[in-house]
């Protein structure tokens, strides 16, 4: 009994896992577009100063 408790603790930790590792691809992806973003604020305020 104590096992399959141990078990199913485990599969729910390797989900969690899961969920957090697509988690930080999203965070990633979204950190990418605020760089982007950025530079483009960047180019446009060069522009604007000139």
Do not use: A, P
């Not at 009994?1 to 141990?6: A, E, L, N, S, Y």
């Amino acid at each position: 009994m104590v096992i399959i408790f141990i078990k199913t603790d485990q599969v729910e930790e390797d989900e969690n896992q899961g969920k957090k590792d697509v988690n930080q691809e999203i965070v990633d992806k979204n950190q990418e577009v605020v760089n982007e973003n950025q530079k483009e604020v960047d180019e446009n305020q060069e522009v604007d100063e000139n």
